[in-house]
């Protein structure tokens, strides 16, 4: 996709096979793949990777690649997902022209079923569900045969089409592909083609009240679309064989399947049903929130599509399940908008500083550096007055030994502005310290010394006078732990909730300029990481930033302290 996405080449064993099917000729070159959610909840970053194999697949080979919505399963979908899916696959920055539908395929999928049982390889079986699952067996022990399996076929397609023509209630009967219940694949012991269901369908409307299941549906529709190599991840190696079972007996075109570990990400929580869960519970504000793991949380937090395709990129493709750490996602970000995220000065926590000798009332422009790591990002203009905030961590009363930034008598640089010396602490009744009166040296401007004196820090800061108060939602890893079904007995994966994933700080102050931050605008606050300006309630004037990510990886500074 990027350019970057050329610079590494980690392992894709997908790309191996693809290699070797086009060397044989086996597709006659063509490479065709797809990506196919399920529209039951919103992406999430594991999806991600498998949006950037399939595309990104299709893209290396000159291919093409299609979205299609996996909708079989009617009580837990709906258009709300089917449109965010859409956006976000498109934010992540694939065309996919028209999305198709699994549903699309049903009146096929019925024919193909009624086809299985002309040829005596399907049955319609009558059992509870839970008789079924029971009659399934384990891995140990072999199923045992429906007393219904060797209806005759008349009598399948007569029951067939009456659960069709709705005739009768849900769950009342089955169709079974007929296989083998003692199969080693348990996913061959006469798996179920249909249920009985009268839902509504989101496309479909009322038009079935039978709906086909997933292995039934799957790799029909890679055939119909003429797919080659059909990716998915690695808990459907076992579905393998009813996927090539079903193909060989309708006797279509076949595509390959092939599975891929899926992304696991250190404290990060990706199934879907507890995603929606702590939706569900308000425990998060909702799917787009800033700490969930979702493409719209991600993007409301700051992240960018560049950054994701590359961290997709840069993990490989392989056959082995593990973790990846969350440090390698945050620095792919970090990496992406240190190029490109125009810095400026912000305090979150401020502590008021007087410059005695300076003029009362005076206003000053300083020139300060947009990007360092883009010269063409220019510069702009900072004003500088009497009454300015520090960050409150960059003064120590007594500071122990290595602290350099400002403590009485010690003289610092304000950035873009003067070195500043520090004269007088101010407190309050309860010995709180309320401001700082320092004095400045004029002859500093720009922050140079002419007579070659140093300093040792740099801090940022803001003037009070013409500095605007915004809001900063510092946000942290919603668990505490790296894996956050590591809990011990008796507890669930809700005891590792980070109880301080969320801070808002509501007086903060930051330079004028950003007055017209567009909502989704990202910068780089000077010393203290990466914010964007929050989609839903950043206004013009009264802005509110969400962290995106800080400088440097302080989890990992924590977990080698420890
Ligand atoms: P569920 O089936 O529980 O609803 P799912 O995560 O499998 O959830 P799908 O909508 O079926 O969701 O997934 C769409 C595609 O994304 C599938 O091909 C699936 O294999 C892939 N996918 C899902 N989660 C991950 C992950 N963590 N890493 C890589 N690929 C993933
Ligand atoms: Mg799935």
Redesign the pocket.
Known sequence: MSDESEKKTPTNFVHDLIDEDNRTGRFDGRVQTR????P??YL?I??A??ICLNFGTAQKYNGLCKLRF?DTNPTKEDVEYVNSIQEDVRWIGYDFGEAVFASDYFDQLYDWAEQLIGDGLAYVDSQSLDEIREGRGTAMQPGTESPFRNRSVDENLDLFRRMKAGEFPDGAHVLRAKIDMASKHLAMRDPIMYRIRHAHHHRTGDKWCLYPMYDFTHGQSDSIEGVTHS???LE?ENNRPLYDWYLDKLKVYHPQQIEFA???LTYTM????RLLELVQEKTVSGWNDPRMPTLCGLRRRGYTPEAIRNFCQSIGVTKFNGWTDLSVLENSLRDDLNKRAPRVMGVLNPLKVVITNYPEGQIEDLEAVNNPEDESAGTRMVPFSRELYIERDDFMEIPPKKFFRLSPGVEVRLRYAYFITCTDVVKDANGEITELHCTYDPATRGGNSPDGRKVKSTIHWVSAAKGLKATVRIYDNLFTKPDPDDVPEGGTWKDNLNPHSLEVRETCYVEPSLANAQPGDRYQFERLGYFCADSEDSKPGQPVFNRTVTLKDTWAKEAKKG
Request: proline share 9%; with cysteine.
């Open positions: 990506f196919p959610p399920e039951n909840g999430h594991g999806h990777k498998s996996d990716i998915c991840t459907f899926r992304l696991s990706m199934s879907k049903r």
